[in-house]
C-alpha cells in the first residue's frame, strides 16, 4: 500500500514537471513574440538602443526556449527509461519466479528416484514369483510323496482302475456313437 502510494506520488511529480515546462515553453513564447513586436516597433522608429535591447532579449528568450526543450526532452526519456528498467526489474522478478517454480517441480519430479523405486519393486515382483515357483515345487514333492507311498500291488490295482474307467469311456463313447447312427437311419426312414 506505501508502495503503491510512493508510485503514485512519484507519477504525480514526473506531470508536474512536464506541466511545469510546458507552461515555460508558453511562457517564452509569449516572451518571444513581445521581444519581436519590440524590436519591429524600434526598428520603424529608428530607435537603435531599443532595438538593440530587443535583439538581445530575444536572444536570451531563444536560449531559455532551447534549453526549457532540452530539459524537457531529457526529463521525458529519462522518465520513460525509469519506466523501461521499472518493466525490466518486474520482468526479472517474473522470470526469477517461474524459473524458482520450474526448479521446484523438476526436483519433485526426480527420474533417478522414480526409477530406483521401479526397480525395487521389480525386485519385489521378482523374489515373490521364484517363492510362488518354490512353493509349487515343494507342494508337488509333498503331493508325489504321499502318493507314492502305497505298495506296488496297491499302484497295479490302481493303475486297473485307471484302465478300467478308461474301458468304461471307451464303450460309452461306442454306444453313443451307435445311438446316433440309428436315429439318423429312423429320421431319413431307412
Known sequence: MANAKKELEKKMLIKKTVN?????????????????????QAKQRGLSAQYNLALSGLKMTLV????????????EITSQMKDMTQMTSQFLQGMSSLSKDMMKITKEKDFLKVQSQFNEAMMGVEMQTEQIENFM??????????????????????????????????????????LAELKKKIDSGI
Not at 531559455?64 to 526529463?75: A, C, H, I, P
Not at 510323496?145 to 471307451?170: P, R, Y
Open 20 to 40: 511545469m515546462m510546458n507552461k515555460q515553453i508558453q511562457k517564452l513564447e509569449e516572451q518571444k513574440q513581445v521581444y519581436i513586436e519590440a524590436g519591429k
Open 64 to 75: 531559455q526556449q532551447k534549453r526549457v526543450y532540452e530539459m524537457k526532452l531529457n526529463f
Open 137 to 178: 515345487d515343494e507342494t508337488e514333492s509333498a503331493f508325489s510323496t504321499v502318493s507314492s507311498g502305497g505298495s506296488a500291488a496297491e499302484d497295479k490295482e490302481l493303475e486297473a482302475i485307471f484302465a478300467n474307467a478308461a474301458a468304461d469311456d471307451a464303450v460309452e463313447n461306442m454306444i453313443d456313437k451307435e
